[in-house]
């Protein structure tokens, strides 16, 4: 079993940045894979980024490559996400995952925390 935890989130401008973070209590934490999900209100749950167990690869959602990175801590079992230039249409509340996939299918990834919201003004 993994529980998630997030934190960072909350109120900033445009162009801003905001860090989250995750805090994974799995003691196989460096095994597995981390991503990042959000949800804006109507919508449904879309991938934002993940991060393989060693931090060596990486994917992205087109309309946040370039502005956000994924990081992890493996001694600290902590996934980041540095979000940058923020713009309004990345206001959602962002859920962090776990587990053994590669997809960008919400329903691919076994565990979740219970979500941050992140809210951009313009």
């Known amino acids: 079993q993994v529980q998630l935890v997030e934190s960072g989130g909350g109120v900033v401008q445009a162009e801003e940045s905001l860090r989250l973070s995750c805090a994974a209590s799995a003691r196989t934490f460096s095994t597995i894979n981390m991503g990042w999900f959000r949800q804006a209100p109507g919508k449904e749950r879309d991938v934002v980024a993940f991060?393989?167990?060693?931090?060596?690869?990486?994917y992205y959602a087109v309309s946040v490559k370039g502005r956000f990175t994924i990081s992890r801590d493996n001694a600290r079992n902590t996934v980041y996400l540095q979000m940058n230039s923020l713009k309004p249409e990345d206001t959602a509340v962002y859920y962090c995952a776990a587990g053994s996939s590669w997809k960008s299918r919400p329903s691919e990834w076994e565990y979740w925390g219970q979500g941050t919201q992140v809210t951009v003004s313009s």
């Open positions: 991060i393989n167990w060693s931090g060596s690869a990486t």
